[in-house]
């Protein structure tokens, strides 16, 4: 199977960049890939969030989310996990009046049960990060799709994960949702064979 890998010179024009197919045409997207997308993340607030933003994303487009993320992140506060774990229902309400977030009672109330359940893990595990990543023993599954529709949108990995969040309480955790979590942040590369960050580098500058 043979790899292309382009390392494109800043005198290229963004177009003559080969990603993966879901980034392109967008130059939001196109950052969003090529800067966060798959590499591997190790914070406990940051994977908080994109738990959070992934969870938003059930029935939608990620673009729709990816085009709010400041949005969520301010009605969040950030997503700092203790402080949404303490919302009220004065809190939640406000959420719901809130015309820059996706305003679905059970997402909302399932971002602020989950921040609670990752407290827990934390004391169990000592971090968020150390209960996601024993899942692959600290290891990247890195995968090999040459095109789009190749790539599944649930495996065994995620169906173990969901099982076992939705068994500590988590909601709205469902096998799709744990899968674009993983990828997102990089327990799982999908970087497509044939987009420049396959090789495991996605800086466009050099």
Request: proline share 2%.
């Amino acid at each position: 199977m043979e790899v292309k890998i382009v390392n494109p010179m800043p005198n290229k024009s963004d177009n003559e960049i080969v990603r993966c197919a879901w980034a392109k045409g967008d130059e939001k997207m196109a950052k969003y890939h090529d800067e966060v997308w798959g590499k591997p993340e190790h914070d406990d607030q940051r994977l908080f969030a994109k738990l959070c933003l992934d969870l938003m994303q059930a029935g939608l487009m990620w673009r729709t989310i990816l085009y709010k993320q400041e949005g969520f992140h301010e009605a969040f506060d950030g997503f700092h996990i203790e402080t949404v774990a303490g919302y009220d229902e004065a809190k939640f309400e406000e959420l719901m009046q809130n015309a820059k977030i996706v305003r679905n009672r059970l997402k909302i109330r399932a971002i602020i049960n989950n921040a609670a359940r990752v407290m827990e893990i934390q004391n169990e595990f000592g971090s968020f990060d150390a209960y996601i990543w024993s899942f692959t023993q600290g290891k990247i599954v890195k995968n090999a799709w040459e095109n789009i529709a190749d790539v599944p949108a649930s495996t065994q990995l995620s169906d173990t994960v969901s099982k076992d969040m939705k068994k500590r309480g988590f909601r709205f955790v469902g096998t799709t949702i744990i899968y674009a979590f993983l990828q997102a942040v990089g327990v799982v590369g999908d970087h497509l064979t044939s987009c420049f960050c396959y090789a495991g580098s996605c800086d466009v500058s050099n």
